[in-house]
């Protein structure tokens, strides 16, 4: 029984050493090959054992465009791979990353909501139209610092509590706003009327208070501000004046947007709260 039981054993452990992971891209592989994870020259796979302890890589500026493989990076805590030819980046397996830094890529969608461990994000410069950060758990309170500049085409930054959020260190592009739902909104409301003049709101973002210009003559407008779910926070009437202080007062943080209608014309548009 002793001599089958040390069989079993040492056919398992030379299973496990024989297992490989595939690696498609030859720059992400020679790259693990430059950092000592596997021999040669690339031949599309490396030893899973190799890969599965490291808890930092660095394979940043590599011209990489695949980085199928790292979820065999079981205890990965740290990744740099920022300066890359990357447009996807899937880093659901890595349960233990904490620190990410992903920038100057071309990636438009990152889906962090299980990496509950996160502390640092660094993603700025990409193509992001879509970022999950709805970690729960340690992640969501223990998370420091968020950067996202440079991903004009990113608005809303799904997370699991909006309000927490708000007080993470973070340098965002200013239409960046947190929320708990990023299913998008109904546009419809806003579509343009013909307009003669351009509405201009200042300062935006704004801290407690801002100046809304609204356009000359005899109209008395209705102003509408809503919310990214498409819900009316507030509600002015019978404006006359040119113009218009918009008080702070309950708007938390993020994106509005605002409608004004008078009998003749109608303006549509979004401010920023800060």
């Known amino acids: 029984m002793k001599k089958l039981l040390t069989l079993i054993l040492a056919l398992n452990f030379g299973l496990s050493l024989g297992q490989t992971t595939t690696i498609p891209d030859p720059n992400f592989e020679q ?10 020259t690339p031949d599309g796979s490396v030893p899973t054992a190799n890969i599965s302890s490291p808890w930092y890589l660095d394979v ?3 011209n990489i465009s695949d980085l199928t493989g790292i979820a065999d990076f079981t205890a990965l805590s740290t990744l740099n791979c920022y300066s890359n030819q990357l447009t996807n980046l899937d880093m659901t397996q890595n349960t233990n990353l904490m620190n990410l830094n ?3 890529n071309q990636i438009s969608s990152l889906d962090l ?3 509950n461990n996160m502390s640092n994000l660094n993603c700025d410069s990409n193509q992001l139209t879509s970022l999950d950060m709805s970690f729960v758990g340690v992640g969501l309170y223990n998370f420091q610092t968020l950067t996202s500049i440079g991903n004009p085409n990113l608005t809303c930054i799904k997370v699991a509590d909006s309000g927490y959020s708000n007080s993470w ?6 239409q960046h706003y947190f929320s708990n739902n990023c299913s998008g909104i109904s546009t419809s409301i806003f579509e343009d009327r013909p307009q003669t003049e351009k509405l201009t709101i200042y300062p935006s973002p704004m801290n407690s208070s801002a100046t809304i210009e609204l356009p000359e003559g005899p109209d008395s407008y209705s ?4 919310d990214v779910l498409g819900n009316i926070v507030r509600t002015v009437e019978n404006i006359n004046s040119k113009n218009l202080i918009l008080e702070r007062e309950d708007l938390t943080k993020g994106v509005y947007l605002y409608q004004l209608s008078s009998i003749n014309s109608s303006y549509s548009g979004r401010f920023i709260v800060k």
């Open 31 to 40: 790259a693990l090959i430059d950092l000592g994870y596997d021999t040669g």
């Open 60 to 62: 940043s500026m590599k």
């Open 102 to 104: 992903c920038s100057n």
């Open 113 to 115: 909501s299980q990496n």
């Open 169 to 174: 260190a973070h340098n965002i592009d200013p």
């Open 223 to 226: 102003l509408f501000i809503y």
